[in-house]
Each structure stands twice: as structure tokens, then as C-alpha cells.
């Protein structure tokens, strides 16, 4: 359920025997205009994925036991993806996915910076080089579904809260074992 209001819903959903997941909480969904991004520099030195060597070190920073985000070999032929990475002190500490489902769009998922290296500039280095990518490309809106963490970064980047996605299930619902 998509809403300006996420915890407005709740109860009207509740009342026709649906739940929240309390794991799963609130995203948020965010956009902005990309013509102004454009010109922001990079702190931090930011890579492209374009080979096979890159998309090993690229995966060496996402968890195996949660691959979302993994680089697959078939995507390194994929013009609407770019995988981004930051390496500092020999190791992949932030890594970005960036889909091009139009031209004229681009959207991040998932962007993940190392614990150890988190309030540095980095994840905002790596957005700043999708950005100027994208807009190379022709691009000229972004749209992320956030989580809670994230937003404030993408507020500081200068997006704008579009709406909030709450997940519900029937209330007799429980997660399948696995």
C-alpha cells in the first residue's frame, strides 16, 4: 500500500483482518530532478563495474548470506545496469546498482556503505557519479525506494518523500519456513 500517510492506513487494514510486518518496516519512496545533481564533484574515487575482476571485488562486500545486490556474469553485458563501487584500504566499502528502466529515468537498489566507513562522503560520492552518469545518458529523474536509514542521505542529495510503502498480510498469515 503506497500512502503520504503510512500509519494512517494501519488501522482501516487491520479492521479487514490484515497485519503489519514488524520486520519489514516502512520504505519510502523518493524522486528527484537530476539536472541540478549534475555538477557535484566526487570525494571519493568511484568505479564503474566492467569486468570480471571488478564484479568479484564488487561481490566481495555484498553478504552471501543475503545476496540481494550480487552482480551476476550476464550483467556485465546489461546496458540498463551499472554496478558502482568506492575501494579504500583495499576493500569494496559502498556499493550502488543503478537501473535504467527508460531513458529518461534512473533508479538505485540496492546502495549499502560498510559499517566502518559510514558518515565519510562515500555513499554520496557513489550517488553523485550515478547522477552524472545518468544525466550523461539523458536521464533526467531518479527514483529510490528508501529505506529509513537511507533518506537522509537522499534528502541531503536533494530528494523529495513522494509517498511511504506499508506491506500488510492476512492476519492469520505466518513466514514460511527457510
Sequence with gaps: MATTYPEGVVHPYQE??????????????????????????????????????????????????????????????????????????????????????????VTVEPLATHPGYRRRGIATSLMNRIHSDAVSGNARQSVIVASNMGVPLYLSLGYEVVSHIRKFVPEDWTRPAG
Design 16 to 105: 479487514l483482518g490484515y497485519k503489519t510486518l514488524p520486520e519489514e518496516g516502512v520504505e519510502i519512496v523518493i524522486g528527484m530532478e537530476l539536472k541540478e545533481s549534475a555538477s557535484r564533484g566526487t570525494r571519493h574515487p568511484v568505479q564503474l563495474v566492467r569486468t570480471e575482476h571488478q564484479r568479484v571485488f564488487f561481490n566481495s562486500a555484498i553478504d552471501t548470506a543475503d545476496p540481494h545486490g550480487q552482480m551476476q556474469p550476464e550483467e556485465l553485458e546489461e546496458p540498463a545496469l551499472g554496478q558502482y563501487y568506492v575501494e579504500l584500504d583495499g576493500q569494496c566499502v559502498c556499493t550502488g546498482k543503478a537501473i535504467r528502466p527508460f531513458e529518461t529515468a
